[in-house]
């Protein structure tokens, strides 16, 4: 079992709708936790990392949530444009394996018009 | 900086011959990553080096595999000889730390073994 479950596994939305996407996590004891997101074609591009300390962080129309007692994360995305069309990957830094970095299988966001 | 560069983009190869992929990391960074991406596994680290020093190979699949880092800007990975298994997207990343801050990838090598 992957220790970083995220779903949906794929969505559409149409423009201008909000969305949120879910990373749930094993990895224990960790020390942060990424979302990347992934257009076609090119590499993983990092859009907020969080400790465990920290509850929730923005970066433009895109908000992190981290709640470490329920190891679950959200990714929330606000007023959807076409360029959101792309994977977003949840990642959990473990403590343990000396920060090794485990990845979620993405979730596949299809914006349309 | 130009970020992570990777070479090549594509490469497609038949089944037996030897391939390369290169990259060059983010200038200053101590921590250097290759990943590998597929549909089915997703990403994958296959090795990481430390100030040039192969830390972690365990990700690589099989002796067919190998890295260098002859030097702090430049690292290739080997497939010798490839197999039609090894079609992926191969990803180069690097990070001042590992873990703890931010990891930058490079654009990534599209390998088709035919």
């Known amino acids: 079992k992957n220790q970083v479950e995220q779903s949906p596994q794929s969505l559409i939305i149409l423009e201008g709708k909000n969305c949120t996407l879910q990373c749930n996590y094993t990895v224990s004891p960790f020390s942060n936790l990424r979302w990347y997101k992934q257009d076609t074609g090119r590499g993983p591009v990092s859009l907020t990392i969080m400790t465990f300390s920290e509850n929730t962080k923005s970066n433009g129309r895109y908000t992190a949530t981290l709640d470490a007692d329920t190891k679950q994360s959200s990714l929330h995305i606000t007023a959807s444009q076409l360029s959101d069309s792309a994977s977003y990957i949840c990642v959990v830094s473990a403590t343990e394996y000396g920060n090794k970095l485990v990845f979620g299988a993405g979730t596949i966001l299809r914006v349309k018009s | 900086d130009a970020g992570v560069i990777q070479s090549p983009r594509h490469e497609v190869t038949e089944m037996g011959q030897e391939v390369t992929l290169r990259c060059k990391p983010i200038s200053g960074h101590d921590y250097l990553f290759w990943y590998r991406q597929t549909m089915m596994r997703g990403l994958e680290l296959l090795i990481y080096?430390?100030?040039?020093?192969?830390?972690?190979d365990s990700g690589m699949p099989e002796d067919r595999f190998s890295a260098k880092m002859p030097n702090a800007s430049f690292s290739t990975l080997k497939i010798q000889p490839s197999e039609p298994r090894d079609s992926a997207v191969y990803f180069c990343?690097?990070?001042?730390?590992?873990?703890?801050?931010?990891?930058?990838f490079g654009e990534g090598s599209r390998l088709t073994v035919l």
């Open positions: 990343a690097s990070s001042r730390d590992r873990g703890a801050g931010e990891l930058f």
């Open positions: 080096f430390n100030n040039n020093v192969p830390i972690d």
